[in-house]
């Protein structure tokens, strides 16, 4: 495989790049994905920290996500009685080495030597990571040993991390090395799509390439299904062309968008729907049966406007236009009957 590296950009040597990086030298998130889990991520970051020290008041609860809230119980329960940190500024891990910028914990529990790092959404590998945090820690505290508390909020786990100085020292230098080796080759993996080398790396190309190779008429299927090895490498070739077919439809759609013309394929545009928003609900006075908590409406979120409509209907209450909003149209592309040949 040849290797075209200098169209490939670099991410810093950061703690939240290592476990990605562990698995491909050459990763480089992009940071246009995945806005709308950062945003939910940015969300949770403030109530933790505004909230952990003293815990949820049973208002608070109700309002409050039910992954966060364990969250909450659970660090509480970790620091046993002790003083929490959870403000930016107590929660800055300065790096006496390896790293330029500072590192970020979401809580610190100094008299447990332990930190505490928030997820949402799915499990992932963050050893690295907390290897780099407990390595800051214990030079910020002057301690041997540190454990890493990730707590995944949606799923409800703790996964916890314990390192003695000298293991983390090893494997954070161990990381640097890899990082500075320049015979590096990317390695396909779990992150390409998070990946702002993905058109130009010849890993992933390399993979759509031979799942796309076919040699007979047609690609013989039943053999794939029949070998388990033939079905993984099939599998790893098709999550790439996956990834590939996303970004041509949206280029596609930018070309017929402009004007111009793509053999084969046709741009359909679909209307947008009505929608009222959970606070304008709960400002409508829905709220007064025991069935229309405001925190079960804000839970589920805003609701479609015909489903508005009978609820007014059912609670004798005037709907109200000013709060049926419409949501933004989308377009999206269809083969036209005559096949692009
Ligand atoms: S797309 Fe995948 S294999 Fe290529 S550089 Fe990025 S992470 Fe590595």
Same mark, same amino acid.
């Given at each position: ?18 476990d990605k990086l562990a698995l491909c030298?050459l990763f ?19 109530? =933790? ?48 080495? =390896? ?24 499990? #992932? ?9 407990? %390595? ?14 990730? %707590? #995944? ?7 916890? #991390?314990?390192?003695? #100085? ?20 990317p390695q396909a993996n779990e992150y390409c799509d998070w990946c702002?080398? =993905?058109?130009?790396?010849?890993a992933t190309?390399? %993979? ?9 008429? +047609? ?17 790893e070739?098709?999550k ?5 077919? /996303?970004?041509? /439809?949206?280029? +596609? ?61 059912? =609670? ?26």
């Amino acid at each position: 495989m040849t290797t075209n590296q200098s169209k490939m950009r670099r991410t810093r040597f950061r703690p939240s790049s290592l476990d990605k990086l562990a698995l491909c030298g050459l990763f480089c998130g992009d940071e246009n994905r995945g806005q709308s889990f950062k945003e939910r991520g940015d969300g949770f970051d403030i109530t =933790f920290r505004e909230w952990v020290p003293r815990g949820l008041t049973d208002e608070a609860r109700k309002f409050c996500d039910t992954g966060l809230a364990w969250a909450i119980d659970q660090t509480r329960e970790l620091a046993e009685g002790s003083t929490i940190y959870s403000d930016k500024e107590n929660c800055t891990i300065g790096f006496a080495n =390896f790293f330029q910028q500072p590192g970020e914990a979401d809580a610190i529990i100094p008299a447990r030597l332990c930190h505490i790092d928030l997820k949402s959404g799915q499990e #992932y590998d963050y050893r690295l990571q907390q290897t780099a945090y407990a %390595l800051g820690l214990m030079e910020n505290y002057f301690a041997d040993s540190w454990t890493a508390f990730v %707590l #995944y909020c949606d799923l409800q786990r703790v996964v916890s #991390y314990r390192f003695t #100085y000298k293991q983390a020292l090893a494997i954070i230098e161990g990381e640097r090395k890899n990082y500075d080796d320049p015979g590096r080759a990317p390695q396909a993996n779990e992150y390409c799509d998070w990946c702002v080398n =993905f058109p130009v790396c010849p890993a992933t190309r390399h %993979l759509a390439g031979q799942a796309l190779m076919v040699r007979e008429p +047609a690609i013989d299927f039943e053999a794939i299904l029949a070998d388990a090895n033939k079905l993984g490498t099939f599998l790893e070739g098709c999550k790439a062309i996956e990834e590939y077919h /996303k970004r041509a /439809k949206e280029s +596609a759609i930018k070309i017929l968008l402009h004007g111009g013309h793509v053999p084969g394929w046709k741009m359909i545009s679909r209307k947008g729907s009505d929608y009222v928003e959970a606070d304008s609900l709960i400002e409508l006075g829905l709220t007064d049966s025991r069935i229309c908590y405001p925190a079960i409406i804000k839970k589920f979120g805003n609701m479609g406007g015909e489903k508005y409509r009978e609820l007014c209907a059912l =609670f004798g209450v005037e709907p109200k236009a000013e709060h049926i909003k419409q949501s933004g149209g989308s377009v999206y592309l269809k083969q036209t009957k005559q096949a692009n040949k």
